[in-house]
């Protein structure tokens, strides 16, 4: 198979009916700040009511990049942490220099989201309230030319031409996995680490295109369950963050990512891996993991 070649993922009827992206702008609201109404091609497999991890965090790359941006400036590391559920909502998202210089600044987004109404065991109707859902948080430093002296420290992956098509079923169906394109170079749930090339199939903002960092990360939140190893019919594994650190800006559309899950004796996990685009390595992703038994 060639990189040019793919067979789409059949999708799920809830999804085949909305526009090709994962987020549809909505203008700005009296803040200034930037609106999205988020489409079901980001659903989440854990719940019906709540975004995968990876569009939520492209969408905060996306502020990022954007925030009081720089010619001279690229961004280096990135932390997501996920601060509850993220809706299948409007979600605003703001942004701000943290900490700025010349040479290194802190820049912050975060998305916002309104809880549902609820009601209350004396059956008043509690009205939903605003709060963050998702903060993210990344380094921006001053690039230099440095190609004499580049160095890889970790092995590449095998050729996206000796991947074998993946189609998730069972459980692991949802909008987003139904959203993604998957090549598989090992068997997942297998020993060793489960490597795979991955591309998105929608946009991540409906009538843009991806930067290469957008769509680094509408895939990279992927490798908990790429290198998960337990069985999705007795456990739950949810990561509740991702650190990111990248030493080369991704080239070309699609993302390997190889990773491997790493289960401790009192309910919590680490999945670490190696994230690639066609040429090599491009950086590492780090992830803490709530590991809980199904009911």
């Not at 559920?85 to 900490?99: A, T």
Request: charged share 20%; hydrophobic share 40%.
């Amino acid at each position: 198979m060639t990189s040019s070649e793919h067979t789409p993922n059949s999708e799920t009827p809830a999804a085949q009916n909305e526009p090709d992206a994962f987020f549809v702008p909505l203008g700005l609201n009296a803040q200034g700040n930037e609106v999205f109404s988020t489409t079901r091609r980001t659903v989440s497999l854990w719940a019906p009511t709540m975004q995968h991890g990876a569009p939520p965090s492209a969408l905060l790359v996306r502020a990022l990049e954007r925030v009081a941006p720089r010619e001279d400036v690229r961004v280096s590391r990135v932390v997501v942490e996920l601060l509850g559920p993220v809706p299948i909502s409007d979600i605003e998202v703001r942004s701000w220099v943290d900490r700025p210089g010349a040479n290194i600044e802190l820049v912050v987004a975060e998305l916002w989201a309104r809880s549902p109404d609820r009601v209350d065991r004396d059956g008043v109707v509690r009205a939903g309230v605003e709060r963050a859902v998702a903060r993210g948080t990344a380094w921006r430093m001053t690039t230099v030319d440095t190609s004499s002296e580049s160095h890889q420290a970790d092995a590449s992956l095998k050729p996206l031409s000796e991947g074998t098509s993946h189609n998730w079923g069972g459980m692991w169906k949802s909008g987003y996995l139904d959203n993604i394109e998957i090549f598989a170079l090992t068997e997942l749930g297998g020993n060793g680490p489960g490597q795979v090339w991955a591309r998105p199939t929608p946009a991540l903002v409906l009538g843009e295109e991806m930067t290469p960092l957008e769509r680094l990360f509408s895939i990279a939140d992927i490798a908990n369950g790429i290198g998960a190893k337990l069985d999705l019919n007795r456990w739950t594994f949810l990561n509740t963050d991702l650190t990111v650190h990248i030493f080369r800006v991704p080239e070309g559309e699609w993302v390997g990512i190889s990773a491997e899950t790493s289960t401790g004796p009192d309910g919590f996990a680490m999945s670490a891996g190696v994230l690639h685009d066609e040429r090599g390595p491009i950086g590492r992703i780090a992830q803490t993991v709530l590991v809980r038994p199904r009911p």
